[in-house]
């Protein structure tokens, strides 16, 4: 196993964290956690409806200031463009979980590490030096213009590393994702974020089909670091 | 200004002294500097014949396979496949030169540094790892499927990243890649480097329209430093 490729909101970054505090700015007087957590439960739909061939492909950042648009109205504001930009400008410099960096750093030194996200590679590379992520490569979304869960992400990316799938570890938080990969051939861990909705309504037993399960990103740097010591090779 | 674009053999990395090596312990008897500098010649004109359409796109190492080939004719040797692989894959751990991965952690303070090269994305990926440069982003031809010095490249990497072409300066050694980069918009810095074909050949004067001329990348960070230290903003 070669490369290592992160889905990044949720997985290595705390979405709700960094949304509700910068609703709560940009916002005042707005339920700041739910109005993130409704935000959120939008970026799956829209991204399906890309997928789905309903909507042309187009950058995150303009999907997510039209579900925006919904939200606000869901919580009976409305956002100048000002504000607009702001809060799609947010999902950037949302915060890393306090292992990401350190996690990443160290599975760095025996593996190729790489986002693979939904957001943009621009999106990735301002979320990266926000936070101090060193990843090799940055898969955003715009490399294929496809969405997760599209085959042309997951071996799109094993194609531009000249890898087969099976050289390739997803790791994510979220079952489908994994699941989808899984279905690609790729290698696949679960990490464990049971705050990724604030601390409610995240389903954090992962499947028994997944090569791996960790609570953290330095537990899976010490797995994969014992599990290649012991392997032949 | 706000990403630097570099290019690599030559510019950050030292492919006469990592070639020639390869050669002289793949190849023993050849003349290994002369042989590595046959090869590099071949480089350019291989790639211009995949822009002008007369050959398809194929990723740099399949090029430089078939120019191995050739250089092999003319020094004389038959080299079997085991030599030939090595003989391309040496590309990806040429050194670094010796300020490059200092300079590019200097750079990237106040800069996104991304690598644009005619390399793929797998190939900047193993050098970086091999040497320690910290890119933001790996722009290698394969995400464009063109070849510097076509414009796909340079504006290709400015859309990558969100930004305007003026927002971009291309680093490199070679005065026609920065012709080309300035063409399309981009800002240009040149770098010398007077060993690039082992101390002889190499025009270092650069152009009078390149905005900066450096010794190397720290003396760019240097100047850029004081640059950025008295612009307004």
Redesign the interface.
Known sequence: MKVLAFDTFGTVTDWFTGISDSVRETVPGVDAASFAKDWRRRYSPILARVESGELPWRRLDDLQTETLQEVAALHDVSLDGAQARSLVRAWRTIPGWPDAADGLRRLKRDH?ICALSNG???LL?DM??HNGF?W???G?S??WRHYKPARETYCGLAD????EPAEVMMVATHQSDLDAARSFGLRTAFIERPDEWGGDEKDDSGSPDNDYHATDLLDLARQLSRAESVAPG
């Open positions: 190729i943009t590679v621009a590379t990266a030096r060193p090799d490569v940055v955003g715009d490399l531009l590393l000249e890898v």
